[in-house]
């Protein structure tokens, strides 16, 4: 039970060090504050809180993920390799792709509600 905790602990510290250390993490909390402000302005249903909490928790999951990979891939090499420049590339790229189905998902939630 010990370890169970423990993971509890290290996942905590991981978190913890994206949301004070990287960058991108910092922008989409950003983000993610000025849309929950725009919900609770608008009256979002339940469903549509639903909706929002987990888009904010999924593209801030994949910016956690992509600085994983980052990391995994400065440590195995320090020189220039093709791979290690498309794994970086293809977790930035998994990101975006979210980032903007996110966007358009924001899009199809609160342009009904500002045209009203």
Known sequence: MKTFFKAFTYAWMGIVHGTTRERNVKFHLIAAMIVLAA???????????????AVIGLVIAMEFLNAAVERVVDLVTQEVHPLAKQAKDLAAGAVLVFS???AI??????LPKWLM
Not at 39 to 53: D, P, R
Not at 105 to 110: A, T
């Open 105 to 110: 998902i924001g899009i199809i939630i609160f």
């Open 39 to 53: 919900g609770w302005m608008t009256g979002l249903s339940q469903l549509e809180w639903i909706i929002i909490i």
């Open 100 to 102: 903007i189905a996110s």
